[in-house]
C-alpha cells in the first residue's frame, strides 16, 4: 500500500539530494569549461603573438618581433617560439637573451637540429662554451625535459601494476606479466639518471647582461671578482636578496638577478629577462 | 674588530698594488703631498720623492736597521710573497685619533669665499661626520671636497689623514666661531676643536679668498662614452703664495676619471673679457651615464706657509659644483661593429704579415686605429665567422690609456689562418664608431686585404694536425648560420619547470597508488567472504529482518492483520535463513520452530510462531483465515521471539 504513494518524506529528501548533486556537477562542469575556454583563449592568443612575430621579423622590425614572440611565449610556453624569439633577440643584438630563449627551446624539444644549430652558431660568434654537462645531464638532454618524468612514472606504475594486479584480479598466471614488470622495473631504473640530470640541469641558467659584474659578497659595493659576458652558462647555487650565487666554468660569485635566467623556469618568468636584460645591454 | 678589518683591507690593497710593480720596486708609500718609491738601485736602495720636485735620496740607515733580518741562504732565491708582505707599509690604526679645525684663510672679506677644513688622523672610510654642522649664523657652509692621505710617523709608520672640506660665504662682518662638535672615526667619538673666522668689510687690504678651482666644461653636445679633456684652472693670486696644484681629480656619481692626468702649466686664462694668469691642468673623463651629471674638481693646492716663509704647505682645495648636461648615444642610424667607439676616428689601411701564404699558415693582420676619441678604452672588433678562415680573438693594444691617448692612435692585432686556397682576401671587419661632433655614426669597417694563398706542399691535412683540426671544425662549422623561423609554435608545455619538480607531478602518483591500495583491500575483504560466507548471510538476514520487521510493525500500526503476518513470517524466516543457508523463502513453520530451544517450541513462542505462520498461510492463500484481530495482539510476543532469534545472528 504505501508504495503506491508518490510522494513521501523519503522521496523528498531523496530528491532533494539528486538536486544537489545535479547542481555540483553543473558548477564542476560550469568550472571545467570556463578554465578549457581560459586555455583555448590563451592558446589562439599566443598563436597569434606568434604569427604576428613571425611577420615582424620578416619585416626587418626585429625588437618588435621580439615583443611579440615574447608575449607568444609567455601565454603559452614552446620550443618555436622560444627558437623565434632567440632569433629576434640576436637580431636585435642581446646574445644573453637570444642564447637563454634556444636553451630553454631545446629544454623543450631537443630534437631541433635549428636550435642547436643556432646555439653552436651564437657561442661561436661571441666565443662562449658550451656548459660543461655530467654523464646524466647529457642523457637527461636526449629527451624532452618532461618525458622522463612521464615515463619514469608509467614504467614505474606498469612494473608495479603487473607485479600486483594479476592477483588481485585473479588473472591467469602468464610470462608476460614478469616480463612487463621486469622491463618497467628496467626503465624505470635507467630513467634515474636521466632525472638526476634534469633536476641539476634545471639549475643552470645564462648570464644577461654584457659584462656582469661577478661580486665576491651579494652587495651592490662588493668587490668584482670577474665580468661575465653575455651568454656564458652557469648554475645557480644560492640566492639571497636580490643576488644569485653562480658558478661558471671559471669562476664563481654573486650577480644581481635579474642578470642571470634560469632556463628552467616558471611560464610567469618568461620574458622578464629580456626587459632586464635591455636595461644592461 | 673594525680597525683590525680596515686595517686588514689597507695592507692587503696594497700588497695588490705592490703585486703590479716591478720585483725590484719593492716599496711605495705616499708622504704628505706626494709620493714616495723606494726602488732597488745600484748603490743600494733609494727613495724617489715626489712633492712638486723629485728628489732621489738614499734611503737612511736607520730605516735599513729597523727592516727586519731575513735569515735567507746564498742559494735559494728571496720569497717574492714574503718581501712584500715585509715591505708592505705599516699603517698606524692605533694611536689616538686627533682631529684639527681651520678655516683658511681665517681672516676673509664678507660676501669671499673661505674654506672650513678639519683634518682627522683616521682613514676616510671610518669618519662619519654630521650632516650638518653647527655653523653660527650668517655663515653659509656647503660640503666640499674631500681626501685621504698619509704621513710617516717618526716609528716608520704611516698615518692616514683624511682632510674635509667645507665652502663657507660669509654674509656680514665679525667674528664667527664654529663650536666644537663631534665626529666619528673607526666607530668611536672624536671632538673637532673650535675654530674661528674674522670676516672684514669687502676692499680690506691684504684680504684674499680662499683659493679655489674652476672647470671648464665643454659647452657643446656631450655624449656618454665620449672622452674629455676638461681644463682645471687654479686662479694665481699673484703673490707668489700658490706654487701649484697635483691630483688633481674630478668626482661625479658616473664619471669614469682617468689615473693619469696631463701635467700642470701656467697660462693666461680668458673669462669673458677678464684674462688671468693661473696654474692649468687637464684632466680627462668619461661620462657614463646620460642626464645632468654633477662634478667637482678636487686637487691639493702647494703654497708658502705664510708664517714660515720658504716652507710648503698642502692643502685639500676643490671647485664649485657645475653640471654636465650628457646626451644618450642615439639609436638611429647606428651602424654594424659598433662597439663603444667614440671620438673622431679613422682606420689606417690594416698592415698584413705578409702578403703570399700557404694554406694553414698563420697570418697576421694590424689594424691602426687614430683619431681623438676613446682610444683607451675601444675593444678590437670581432672578424665575422668565414668558411675560408679560422679567426682568433682579436689582441687589444695593451698600451696604458693613457699613452694611447697622448700618442694619438691603437693597435689592434688580428691572427688568421687560410683555411684552402680559395680565400683570396681577409675577411671584411665591421667596425664603427659614434662621430660626437658631427653627431652621428661613422663606418670604419676594416677593409678585406687581397692575399695569396698557396696549397700546403705536403697536403693540407699531413702539414699541420692542428690546421687540420682547424679545418674539421670549420667544415662541421661551415653549416653554421642564424636559422629561420620555426613555422608553428611546436612542442608547448605549461611551464619550463620539470613535471617532476611540480606538486601537481607528485600529487599524480597518488592515484595509481590509491588505485592499487584500493584494489588490494577489496580482494583481501573479497576472499574473507569467500572463507567466512556465513558472514555475509547474517548481513543479509540482519538487512532482511529488519526491512520485514518494519513492514510487521508499520502493518500493526495500521491494523493491517494480513500484512502483520505476512511481514512477521517473513521475518522470522529471515532470522532463521543463515543456520540453514538457505532461501529465507522457502522456510516453513517448522524450519523456524527447529531453530527454538525446546523449552521455547513447546511453549508460548511455539505457539506464537505457529499462529503467525498460520495467519500468513490464511493471509496469502485465501480464504478460511483467523481473526486478524487475534494476530495483531501477538505483536508482544513476536518481537519477543524476534528478539531471541535476533541474539543469534
Known amino acids: 500500500m504505501n508504495c503506491g504513494l508518490p510522494i513521501t518524506d523519503c522521496g523528498l529528501k531523496e530528491a532533494g539530494a539528486r538536486m544537489r548533486a545535479l547542481h555540483h556537477f553543473s558548477r564542476f562542469f560550469r568550472m571545467l569549461a570556463f578554465v578549457s575556454i581560459l586555455c583555448c583563449a590563451s592558446g589562439t592568443r599566443g598563436e597569434d603573438m606568434f604569427q604576428q612575430g613571425a611577420k615582424a621579423y620578416v619585416a626587418g622590425a626585429f625588437a618588435k618581433s621580439a615583443d611579440y614572440f615574447r608575449q607568444a611565449v609567455a601565454a603559452e610556453p614552446s620550443a618555436g617560439g622560444l627558437q623565434n624569439l632567440g632569433n629576434a633577440e640576436w637580431q636585435c643584438g642581446r646574445t644573453g637573451a637570444a642564447i637563454l630563449a634556444w636553451e630553454r627551446s631545446q629544454w623543450l624539444d631537443p630534437f631541433s637540429a635549428n636550435t642547436r644549430g643556432n646555439l ?43 607485479m ?5 584480479l585473479r588473472w591467469p598466471r602468464a610470462d608476460w606479466h614478469q616480463g612487463v614488470a621486469a622491463a618497467g622495473f628496467a626503465i624505470f631504473l635507467l630513467t634515474i639518471p636521466a632525472l638526476a640530470g634534469t633536476h641539476t640541469r634545471s639549475r643552470m641558467g645564462i648570464v644577461l647582461a654584457k659584462d656582469t659584474p661577478l661580486r665576491l659578497t651579494p652587495t651592490k659595493e662588493a668587490q668584482v671578482l670577474a665580468k661575465i659576458p653575455a651568454g656564458e652558462s652557469a648554475r645557480l647555487e644560492r640566492e639571497r636578496g636580490n643576488y644569485v650565487f653562480i658558478r661558471t666554468s671559471g669562476a664563481a660569485g654573486w650577480v644581481e638577478s635579474g642578470q642571470f635566467g634560469l632556463i628552467a623556469c616558471d611560464r610567469g618568468e618568461l620574458g622578464k629577462e629580456s626587459s632586464t636584460t635591455n636595461k644592461h645591454e | 674588530m673594525m680597525r683590525k678589518a680596515l686595517s686588514a683591507t689597507l695592507i692587503g690593497g696594497i700588497i695588490l698594488s705592490a703585486l703590479t710593480l716591478t720585483p725590484d720596486a719593492v716599496r711605495a708609500q705616499a708622504p704628505p703631498g706626494g709620493s714616495t718609491l723606494i726602488i732597488q738601485g745600484a748603490n743600494g736602495p733609494l727613495r724617489i720623492t715626489s712633492t712638486g720636485s723629485i728628489k732621489v735620496t738614499p734611503v737612511n740607515q736607520q730605516e735599513q736597521s729597523q727592516a727586519p733580518a731575513q735569515p735567507a741562504s746564498p742559494d735559494t732565491p728571496p720569497d717574492l710573497f714574503n718581501s712584500l708582505i715585509s715591505s708592505a707599509a705599516s699603517i698606524d690604526m692605533d694611536s689616538p685619533v686627533t682631529a684639527r679645525a681651520e678655516f683658511d684663510p681665517p681672516v676673509v672679506a664678507a660676501g669671499g669665499r673661505a674654506i672650513f677644513r678639519i683634518v682627522l688622523t683616521a682613514l676616510d672610510e671610518s669618519v662619519k661626520q654630521p650632516d650638518q654642522l653647527p655653523a653660527p649664523g650668517g655663515l653659509t657652509v656647503t660640503p666640499g671636497g674631500r681626501a685621504q692621505n698619509y704621513q710617516p710617523t717618526g716609528t716608520g709608520r704611516l698615518q692616514p689623514q683624511t682632510t674635509l672640506n667645507y665652502r663657507v660665504i660669509p654674509s656680514t662682518n665679525g667674528i664667527y666661531s664654529m663650536p666644537s662638535f663631534t665626529v666619528l672615526a673607526y666607530g668611536k667619538p672624536v671632538i673637532v676643536p673650535e675654530a674661528q673666522l674674522v670676516v672684514v668689510a669687502p676692499g680690506t687690504p691684504g684680504v684674499k679668498d680662499a683659493p679655489h678651482l674652476i672647470m671648464d666644461l665643454p659647452t657643446n653636445n656631450v655624449y656618454v662614452g665620449e672622452m674629455l679633456r676638461i681644463p682645471v684652472v687654479l686662479p694665481d693670486p699673484g703673490d707668489g703664495s700658490v706654487v701649484g696644484f697635483y691630483q688633481t681629480h674630478i668626482k661625479g656619481d658616473a664619471i669614469f676619471s682617468e ?3 696631463f701635467g700642470v702649466r701656467r697660462d693666461i686664462v680668458h673669462d669673458g673679457g677678464h684674462d688671468y694668469a693661473a696654474f692649468v691642468q687637464d684632466v680627462t673623463i668619461t661620462p657614463m651615464r646620460e642626464g645632468p651629471q654633477t662634478l667637482v674638481a678636487q686637487a691639493n693646492c702647494n703654497r708658502i706657509h705664510s708664517n714660515q716663509p720658504g716652507a710648503f704647505t698642502s692643502t685639500l682645495i676643490d671647485s664649485d659644483p657645475q653640471v654636465l648636461d650628457v646626451k644618450s648615444l642615439p639609436e638611429d642610424g647606428r651602424l654594424a661593429g659598433f662597439n663603444g667607439a667614440v671620438g673622431a676616428l679613422q682606420v689606417d689601411t690594416p698592415q698584413l704579415s705578409t702578403n703570399v701564404i700557404k694554406a694553414g699558415d698563420p697570418l697576421k693582420m694590424a689594424v691602426i686605429v687614430r683619431g681623438e676619441g676613446n682610444l683607451g678604452h675601444i675593444t678590437p672588433p670581432q672578424i665575422p665567422l668565414q668558411h675560408d678562415w679560422q679567426t682568433f680573438p682579436p689582441i687589444a693594444d695593451m698600451t696604458q690609456p693613457f699613452v694611447m691617448q697622448q700618442r694619438g692612435f691603437t693597435v689592434f692585432e688580428y691572427t688568421m689562418i687560410p683555411l684552402n686556397e680559395r680565400a683570396a682576401a681577409t675577411p671584411a671587419i665591421p667596425f664603427s664608431c659614434f662621430d660626437p661632433k658631427r653627431g652621428a655614426y661613422v663606418d670604419l669597417t676594416i677593409p678585406p686585404m687581397p692575399v695569396t694563398v698557396k696549397p700546403s706542399e705536403s697536403g693540407w691535412k699531413t702539414a699541420n694536425a692542428n690546421a687540420a683540426a682547424a679545418e674539421d671544425a670549420m667544415n662541421q662549422d ?8 620555426a613555422e608553428g609554435p611546436g612542442i608547448s608545455a605549461g611551464s619550463l619547470r620539470a613535471a617532476q619538480q611540480q606538486w601537481w607531478f607528485a600529487g599524480l602518483q597518488f592515484v595509481p597508488a590509491g588505485l592499487l591500495v584500493g584494489l588490494w583491500s577489496w580482494d583481501r575483504r573479497r576472499r574473507r567472504l569467500e572463507r567466512h560466507p556465513e558472514i555475509l548471510r547474517r548481513k543479509r538476514a540482519r538487512r ?8 510487521a510493525r508499520k502493518a500493526a500500526e495500521e491494523r493491517d492483520a494480513s500484512g502483520f503476518a505476512t511481514g512477521a513470517a517473513n521475518a522470522l524466516r529471515e532470522a532463521c535463513a543463515p543456520g540453514d543457508a538457505a532461501n529465507p523463502e522457502a522456510l516453513v513453520c517448522a524450519d523456524v520452530l527447529s531453530k527454538l530451544p525446546d ?3 513447546r511453549g508460548r513462542e511455539g505457539e506464537v510462531v505457529r499462529k503467525i505462520f498460520a495467519a500468513a498461510d490464511a493471509a496469502r492463500f485465501g480464504a478460511n483465515g483467523r481473526n486478524g484481530v487475534d494476530v495483531l495482539e501477538l505483536r508482544r510476543d513476536w518481537e519477543q521471539v524476534m528478539d531471541l532469534l535476533k541474539a543469534r545472528l
Do not use: D, H
Open chain 1, 120 to 162: 653552436r652558431y651564437a657561442r661561436k660568434a661571441a666565443q662562449l662554451e658550451a656548459p660543461e654537462l655530467a654523464w646524466y645531464e647529457i642523457c637527461s638532454a636526449w629527451l624532452p625535459v618532461n618525458a622522463w618524468a612521464w615515463l619514469a612514472c608509467l614504467s614505474l606504475w606498469a612494473a608495479v601494476g603487473m
Open chain 1, 164 to 168: 600486483f594486479l594479476p592477483g588481485i
Open chain 2, 259 to 261: 689615473a693619469a692626468s
Open chain 2, 478 to 485: 661551415g653549416a653554421l648560420a642564424l636559422t629561420g623561423l
Open chain 2, 544 to 551: 532482511g529482518v529488519k526491512r520485514e520487521s518494519g513492514l
Open chain 2, 599 to 601: 523449552e521455547e517450541r
